[in-house]
């Protein structure tokens, strides 16, 4: 029996970058003077949260600190933007072939 819940996997892991993004703008940990430690923000280190900070959304400082990167944030949503354009694009196309109509 097939599930759904697979489906919702990358709605979760959004929902949880959002808020660990929310808790950075709350505490102001916007530049390097500011950062904060992920205890201090309620923040695991754990898998999603690497993969803010390898993709530069959010930077360490040498002494276990972390802050958002507002450029590393932009790159990362316009990155973000540009794959949900693609992929409803791609819907749209298979949409249209499935209707039978022609692009």
Do not use: C
């Amino acid at each position: 029996m097939p599930t759904v819940a697979p489906a919702f996997i990358p709605a979760v892991v959004a929902a949880r970058q959002r808020a660990t993004l929310r808790k950075f703008r709350a505490a102001s940990a916007d530049d390097a003077a500011r950062a904060r430690t992920l205890d201090d923000l309620g923040v695991r280190n754990d898998h999603l949260f690497r993969r803010l900070v390898k993709a530069g959304v959010v930077t360490a400082v040498d002494d276990g600190h972390y802050f958002l990167n507002a450029d590393g944030l932009a790159g990362w949503e316009r990155r973000r933007r540009i794959l949900l354009l693609i992929a409803a694009v791609v819907l749209l196309i298979g949409t249209a072939i499935a209707l039978g109509l022609s692009p």
